[in-house]
């Protein structure tokens, strides 16, 4: 689906009929590229809609890793918690899987995209990145 597309699914959700507005919004920073037609970037097109858009690159590792430990800290309570109804994304992290030997997760296409859609969100809300990983 178009931007476009994407813009009034999001427009036609209750809050914003309610007149909440959405905080922000974090992305793959692919979105920077520009369209060849339109020679503007998905990133500057929600800007102009007027919504707050964070990307930035980092490492799959990294943004894993900040999963990881708003899932199971190593002090104090989780900081993440998935509601049942997601059903999609705890399937995706149920199936989420490495290659052999690598850190790189196996891009499926299905599993993959809603993790990456969860990373993006830690990875750009954070203002330093991970140093040291856990286990």
Request: proline residues 4%; charged residues 25%.
């Amino acid at each position: 689906q178009t931007l476009d597309v994407h813009l009034q699914q999001i427009e036609a959700r209750p809050w914003s009929k309610l007149g909440g507005k959405i905080a922000r919004i974090t992305c793959d920073p692919a979105g920077a590229s520009r369209n060849d037609q339109t020679a503007a970037s998905n990133i500057q097109l929600l800007r102009r809609s007027g919504y707050t858009v964070r990307s930035r690159k980092s490492l799959i590792v990294e943004g894993l890793e900040l999963i990881r430990r708003a899932l199971r800290p190593a002090h104090g309570e989780p900081r993440l918690f998935i509601h049942p109804r997601c059903v999609r994304l705890i399937k995706a992290m149920q199936s989420y899987r490495y290659g052999n030997g690598t850190e790189s997760p196996i891009k499926d296409g299905t599993h993959d995209h809603l993790i990456d859609a969860l990373r993006y969100s830690f990875v750009n809300s954070v203002s330093e990145k991970v140093k040291e990983r856990t286990y």
